[in-house]
Structure formats: C-alpha cells, structure tokens
Nanobody
C-alpha cells in the first residue's frame, strides 16, 4: 500500500514557478514508477510527466516539455515537479501518481495504482 500527499500548489502569475512535492508512504515506494497528472475544470485528467523506478527514464507531455521537470528522491520517498514559465492554461489540480508499470503509466490513467489527493495550481495572466 502506498499513500501519496501533494504539497506546493498555489496562486502564481504567468511566467512564474512552483515546486510541487509528493510525499509517499510505503516501504516499496522505490519500486514504483511515479508521475504527475492534472485536471482542469470541465476537462479530463491528463498526463503531465512520469519517471521510471530508479529514475533512468522520464517522459513529458508536449504541452509541458522544456518547462516542467520531474524528479524523485527515493531516500526521502518524495517526488517533485518543478514547474517553470507557467501559463494560465496550466491552471489545474495536479495529482501525484504511482504505478507498478511505467509503460502503462505514461499511456493511460487506468495504469495508475495509487493517487494523491491533488494540489491546486492557479496561474493568473
């Protein structure tokens, strides 16, 4: 069992930055692929970024590539999402996720085994 708790969201002006954190419980967290998804009002939850267990591979959606960076610190059981050059269209609830299969995680939300409760990111223009 893995529990995920996100922090770090907030209100920021366009062009600004935030660092989202996801603290995980569970002794086997380092064996999971981890990712970030987001959901804007009236829209489906969408993939943002993911990292394989061990951190050897990372994947980003086209909309955030070059602006967002995912990282993990398995010693601290924590996943991070550094979000830079924010745009109003980045406004959403951001969810941390963990999955046993990295390949599935980057393709579909159905591949997620555990979700966090979400943290709100609001970007003003």
């Amino acid at each position: 069992q893995v529990q995920l708790v996100e922090t770090g969201g907030g209100l920021v002006q366009a062009g600004g930055s935030l660092r989202l954190s996801c603290a995980a419980s569970g002794r086997t967290f380092n064996m999971y692929a981890v990712g970030w998804f987001r959901q804007a009002p009236g829209k489906e939850r969408e993939f943002v970024a993911a990292m394989s267990w061990g951190g050897s591979s990372a994947r980003y959606s086209d909309s955030v590539k070059g602006r967002f960076t995912i990282s993990r610190d398995d010693a601290k059981n924590t996943v991070y999402l550094q979000v830079n050059s924010l745009k109003p269209e980045d406004t959403a609830v951001y969810y941390c996720a963990a999955a046993g299969n990295y390949g599935t995680l980057i393709r579909t939300t159905a591949g997620v085994d555990y979700w966090g409760q979400g943290t709100q990111v609001t970007v003003s223009s």
